[in-house]
């Protein structure tokens, strides 16, 4: 069930942050503000820039495509390119937030949730009176499709399992990671690992003008057995590290903070929230 726990209260911005930047997949300037919110109003979209300033809530409901990254569309509104601001706001027990977007995604950064982590940390957070709702795993709860496979099993805290396999990269091989997380730890060890490709999976995409935004400065590239960027990897295994990273984002679309042992095995946006909207289902949340 979602109980509420009397040791922990709601939260959200102690002031506004602005954070502006391209978007990924448009190249186009994009902006975002994040407004502090009353306590019960969880994380909420609007697109300031279009007719009718439409809001989009950061709920399972509301996702639209899972290409490359989790997009969210509710009527007219929608934005793209949601899940590493959701992970800094998950990471670091962030709960209710009102965004302005002006633009079609979120600015990617350098590709990870560092640089929202630093502008969250500037302004604080703040507590509100409201007890937090904690979504706690009882009995275990699956969901796989072909070589992907997710878990969530009973666990006093959130811990996050997951195994990378690009048999097919000599440089990543396999990766695998786990570890129970800490506000701390996600900000020391989760949050500037950058999104990554394989060159030849990317290369045809700037071809066809499907990345306009993408480049060196906000995505770690994989040819053969080196990293492109220069200064390289931010850790060995940065690459299963950004995969926890978007999980964590993903799974933050039930609108509740888990408590359980998250197993992931290759998952990616798409089975992140199918596996999300399979916990939403046993908790009688809409998804």
Same mark, same amino acid.
């Given at each position: 069930?979602?109980?509420?726990?009397?040791?922990?209260?709601?939260?959200?911005?102690?002031?506004?942050?602005?954070?502006?930047?391209?978007?990924?997949?448009?190249?186009?300037?994009?902006?975002?503000?994040?407004?502090?919110?009353?306590?019960?109003?969880?994380?909420?979209?609007?697109?300031?820039?279009?007719?009718?300033?439409?809001?989009?809530?950061?709920?399972?409901?509301?996702?639209?495509?899972?290409?490359?990254?989790?997009?969210?569309?509710?009527?007219?509104?929608?934005?793209?390119?949601?899940?590493?601001?959701?992970?800094?706001?998950?990471?670091?027990?962030?709960?209710?937030?009102?965004?302005?977007?002006?633009?079609?995604?979120? =600015?990617? %950064?350098?590709?990870?949730?560092? &640089?929202? !982590?630093?502008?969250?940390?500037?302004?604080? @957070?703040?507590? *509100?009176?409201?007890?937090?709702?904690?979504?706690?795993?009882?009995?275990?709860?699956?969901?796989?499709?072909?070589?992907?496979?997710?878990?969530?099993?009973?666990?006093?805290?959130?811990?996050?399992?997951?195994?990378?396999?690009?048999?097919?990269?000599?440089?990543?091989?396999?990766?695998?990671?786990?570890?129970?997380?800490?506000?701390?730890?996600?900000?020391?060890?989760?949050?500037?690992?950058?999104?990554?490709?394989?060159?030849?999976?990317?290369?045809?995409?700037?071809?066809?003008?499907?990345?306009?935004?993408?480049?060196?400065?906000?995505?770690?590239?994989?040819?053969?057995?080196?990293?492109?960027? =220069?200064? %390289?990897?931010?850790?060995?295994? &940065?690459? !299963?590290?950004?995969?926890?990273?978007?999980? @964590?984002?993903? *799974?933050?679309?039930?609108?509740?903070?888990?408590?359980?042992?998250?197993?992931?095995?290759?998952?990616?946006?798409?089975?992140?929230?199918?596996?999300?909207?399979?916990?939403?289902?046993?908790?009688?949340?809409?998804?």
């Amino acid at each position: 069930m979602t109980e509420f726990s009397s040791a922990l209260m709601q939260t959200t911005l102690r002031q506004p942050i602005e954070f502006a930047g391209i978007g990924l997949f448009t190249g186009q300037p994009c902006a975002i503000q994040m407004i502090p919110a009353a306590a019960n109003t969880g994380i909420v979209f609007q697109r300031s820039d279009l007719p009718g300033s439409p809001e989009i809530p950061a709920q399972l409901q509301y996702v639209s495509g899972t290409p490359r990254c989790t997009c969210l569309l509710r009527g007219t509104g929608s934005v793209q390119m949601v899940e590493h601001l959701l992970s800094a706001f998950r990471g670091l027990g962030v709960d209710n937030v009102r965004i302005d977007v002006r633009g079609p995604e979120i =600015p990617i %950064g350098d590709g990870s949730a560092q &640089e929202l !982590v630093h502008l969250i940390e500037q302004v604080g @957070i703040q507590n *509100l009176d409201q007890p937090k709702k904690i979504l706690r795993i009882t009995q275990p709860i699956y969901w796989s499709q072909g070589e992907t496979h997710l878990v969530a099993l009973p666990f006093p805290g959130f811990r996050i399992s997951y195994t990378l396999h690009y048999p097919h990269s000599p440089l990543i091989q396999t990766q695998y990671f786990s570890q129970t997380l800490s506000e701390q730890f996600y900000k020391t060890e989760i949050a500037q690992c950058r999104t990554f490709s394989l060159y030849e999976e990317i290369a045809p995409m700037l071809d066809r003008g499907l990345l306009k935004g993408g480049g060196l400065e906000n995505a770690l590239v994989i040819q053969g057995n080196r990293v492109l960027n =220069p200064g %390289g990897a931010r850790f060995p295994d &940065e690459m !299963v590290r950004h995969k926890v990273l978007d999980l @964590i984002g993903d *799974l933050a679309l039930l609108g509740v903070p888990i408590e359980g042992h998250i197993i992931s095995v290759r998952s990616g946006h798409a089975g992140n929230v199918a596996f999300a909207k399979e916990i939403g289902k046993a908790f009688d949340i809409t998804v």
